[in-house]
């Protein structure tokens, strides 16, 4: 059974760091690019961050550019979002997922669309205040 849970959410003052953690089970993850999508209350989903198979590729949206780092360590089963100088704009629910559409092993150049990934977890929650 695939399963891939998130966790390492909470609440940050902005300015702040956090890293998220995806921690994968029942299928092989040395053979699929991962993705990290995020959506806030009332919003639709937006496509975080990809990393494929080979770790120097990865993908990020404009609005986490240079803040984020995407990484995946795959003996231990993981892949990780380093979150840093979190903003106002930054809260939301965290998901991360297995990439589904295309070439399962390698993230699309350009946007990262959420209708590429698919078995989402439950999300951890990330909250950005003074």
């Known amino acids: 059974q695939v399963q891939l849970v998130e966790s390492g959410g909470g609440a940050v003052q902005p300015g702040g760091s956090l890293r998220l953690s995806c921690t994968t089970s029942g299928f092989h993850l040395g053979y699929y690019a991962i993705g990290w999508v995020r959506q806030a209350p009332g919003k639709g989903p937006e496509g975080v961050s990809c990393i494929s198979t080979s770790t120097t590729n990865t993908y990020y949206a404009d609005s986490v550019k240079g803040r984020f780092t995407v990484s995946r360590d795959n003996a231990k089963k993981t892949v990780y979002l380093q979150m840093t100088s979190l903003e106002p704009e930054d809260p939301a629910v965290y998901y991360c997922?297995?990439?589904?559409?295309?070439?399962?092993?390698?993230?699309?150049?350009?946007?990262?669309?959420?209708?590429?990934?698919?078995?989402w977890g439950q999300g951890t929650q990330v909250t950005v205040s003074s």
């Open positions: 997922s297995t990439k589904t559409r295309g070439y399962s092993d390698v993230c699309e150049a350009g946007e990262i669309s959420p209708a590429d990934f698919g078995s």
